[in-house]
């Protein structure tokens, strides 16, 4: 029979063994300071000071990094950048913040509301001042000489632009964006209707570059032309095809290409990051109808290396296969280190 003092001593083991248990099994605290946070706690100070996001909408995209190991702008421990932002900002005859200014445009700032923001319009019928929707000039963070956030997966890229009362731009747009005119959508729902996702994609994939086969090789610049756009940089020589500890996100700062823009004067929508957006496969999944259901993922745009590794076809109008093809709102859609996305708002 046990004592009553060999059963307070057991109780008093037990609650022991809970609480070291309880401490092996807690997370450490999100707080501990590492390269990546340093980088992440940087570019927040930049999206306040410099695009003066609110403290409450700051918090909404603090929440949304900290669900995510890898969301920044590349692995500190391995990300060679070819420039830093004063390097850049040297070369086009500025400091970072006069270039910073430079790429400011009054007109445009009273059509969209905020800086570095591009009405996206039809210039054959309308003015920029017609344009119902406006697009980030640059790669998500938006500011001239940041480097491009990266890792960042199709349902996070899309939750970021909401964070701040934007959202992800459908196929249509992006496209738009990059050929320098914006139509009105163009999906073929009925030619997809009671297909599988995948079956869906490629069937609208296959009838939109037919419908724009004239178009095919003409990009955000016109004619491709090496060293035009950020497309010079390297792969990291320990790369073997996309893992977050031998890849690096080698990318420019956005804006260090100032030729690297589309009629529109949206920049590096070629070269530095691909960019994830929304192709909706039926009217209720148009982030433009201001769907939160969204439809597939589809990675846009050429990356970091594209002057020395063509990995795919691409033009500004162009649709490509269902790469790592996924519901925008996957909780596991595609994330790798040159893959970013930037965001589009109404206006009217």
Not at 241 to 265: K, V
Request: some cysteine; proline content about 7%.
């Amino acid at each position: 029979m046990l004592t009553k003092g060999v059963i307070a001593t057991r109780a008093i083991l037990f609650g022991l063994l809970a609480t070291a248990v309880a401490l092996l099994t807690t997370p450490a605290p999100s707080t501990a300071q590492t390269p990546l946070t340093d980088q992440r706690e940087a570019l927040f100070r930049l999206l306040q000071v410099e695009r003066g996001l609110s403290d409450e909408t700051l918090a909404r995209i603090r929440e949304i990094f900290a669900g995510s190991p890898v969301i920044g702008q590349g692995n500190p421990a391995i990300t060679r950048h070819p420039l830093t932002p004063e390097e850049a900002a040297a070369r086009l005859g500025g400091t970072v913040a006069e270039i910073r200014q430079r790429y400011r445009n009054p007109r445009f700032e009273r059509i969209c509301g905020r800086p570095w923001e591009v009405p996206l319009y039809d210039p054959l019928t309308e003015r920029p001042e017609d344009a119902r929707v406006c697009m980030h000039m640059f790669e998500y963070p938006n500011i001239p000489l940041a480097y491009p956030v990266v890792w960042v997966r199709a349902r996070e890229a899309a939750l970021l632009c909401w964070a701040e009362g934007a959202r992800l731009p459908d196929a249509h747009e992006w496209e738009g964006a990059a050929a320098g005119r914006l139509l009105p959508p163009d999906y073929p729902f009925p030619l997809i209707r009671g297909m599988g996702m995948s079956a869906a994609v490629n069937a609208m994939r296959r009838w939109h570059n037919e419908r724009y086969a004239g178009e095919r090789h003409v990009y955000s610049i016109g004619a491709w032309r090496p060293g035009v756009c950020a497309t010079g940089s390297q792969k990291s020589s320990t790369c073997d095809g996309g893992s977050w500890n031998r890849c690096g996100s080698n990318t420019y700062p956005a804006g260090a290409f100032p030729n690297c823009h589309s009629p529109l004067r949206v920049y590096d929508i070629d070269g530095n990051a691909a960019e994830h957006m929304n192709l909706p496969l039926t009217e209720a999944q148009m982030s433009a109808r201001g769907s939160t259901e969204l439809g597939a993922t589809e990675m846009k745009g050429s990356w970091f290396i594209w002057d020395t590794i063509r990995a795919h076809e691409h033009w500004a109008r162009w649709r490509a296969p269902f790469w790592h093809g996924s519901r925008v709102m996957d909780r596991n859609s595609h994330h790798n280190y040159h893959l970013g996305f930037r965001c589009v708002r109404d206006i009217r």
